[in-house]
């Protein structure tokens, strides 16, 4: 493992090895409030943002320092990713001076460039097309519920467009978990990745998708960089809202996941989000604990 730009760069048991690191080092902050060793001391991150964040800012920021390392964070404003430079210039130099690099970038092929040019790890911190971190964190967040990554089926209802929903339908393939789909017309799953992730069974009936679902997950249906088409975004995906009543012909022990931000009365009701079945902040916790094993593992 080099960089991580997509959750597909990882195979089934590197995942499964993440997962377990992860659940390791959540239990050292857990029980001990800290870790022992110190791994990333002398060690720098650069993070290039071009969209707003809380978790993953956060989450990588503090997993540094939990780990004795360092992070910047470079505003859209700081560097103009190519815009100010080319894309090349400004890998080459962050690369002169961090020791890895983590990216929330428009477009895949920014991250894909400066993978191409940095000589450190780049991992995606979201792009159009992946958040492979999120992904990652679902993951472990699943193997938290369940304590396996097999034989469960996973329902995602929304805008099927979209780059989390992408990483999960790869992560499914890779690790061979059953995917349904639930979208209006207009937001289904792009031909182009219906293509790498060909087991997802696709719907127009969330119910149909839901049925048996061991989790359910959704988006919100304005992703970043969307805003204009919101009002139109809203009407047709309404029928795709995740409910009580609709979590209720998924399985008895479902659980509820959503990378968050979120927004309640309209991708899910306030029920299902604050409800019992809502494993959504745990999620968005497990952010945390995965990077640091992902980070983990390209530098140390
Ligand atoms: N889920 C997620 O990536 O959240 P942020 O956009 O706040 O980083
Ligand atoms: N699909 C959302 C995810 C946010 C974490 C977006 O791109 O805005």
Redesign the pocket.
């Known amino acids: 493992m080099n960089s991580l730009l997509s959750i597909s760069d990882l195979s089934a048991d590197q995942i499964k090895q993440l997962v377990d690191k992860a659940i390791a080092l959540k239990a050292e902050i857990k029980n001990k409030g800290g870790h022992d060793k110190l791994p990333l001391k002398n060690k720098s991150m650069a993070m290039i943002f071009d969209k707003?964040?809380?978790?993953?800012?956060l989450s990588f920021e503090i997993g540094m320092t939990q780990l004795g390392g360092h992070a910047v964070y470079l505003a859209p404003d700081d560097i103009k990713l190519g815009k100010r430079e080319t894309v090349h210039d400004t890998a080459k130099v962050i690369s002169s001076m961090a020791d890895i690099i983590i990216a929330r970038v428009t477009s895949h092929e920014d991250v894909s460039d400066l993978a191409r040019y940095s000589t450190v790890p780049v991992i995606n911190a979201?792009t159009d097309v992946e958040?492979p971190c999120?992904v990652l964190a679902d993951l472990m967040t699943i193997y938290e519920k369940f304590g396996t990554l097999t034989g469960l089926k996973l329902a995602y209802l929304g805008d099927a467009d979209a780059n989390v929903i992408y990483s999960i339908a790869l992560a499914a393939e890779i690790l061979n978990l059953e995917l349904a789909i639930a979208a209006p017309k207009g937001y289904e799953m792009a031909p182009a990745a219906r293509k790498q992730a060909p087991s997802v069974k696709h719907y127009n009936d969330p119910a149909k998708a839901v049925k048996g679902a061991h989790v359910v997950i959704t988006d919100t249906w304005v992703s970043m960089g969307k805003e204009a088409e919101s009002q139109e975004r809203l009407k047709k995906l309404m029928p795709f809202q995740v409910t009580t009543d609709l979590m209720a012909k998924a399985d008895p022990k479902a659980i509820f996941l959503h990378?968050?931000?979120a927004y309640r009365g309209k991708e899910m009701t306030t029920e299902v989000i604050d409800g019992p079945q809502s494993a959504a902040f745990e999620e968005?916790e497990n952010?945390l604990h995965m990077q640091k094993a992902v980070v983990l593992e390209l530098l140390t």
């Open positions: 707003s964040s809380l978790r993953t800012r979201m958040h999120q990378c968050l931000p968005a952010r």
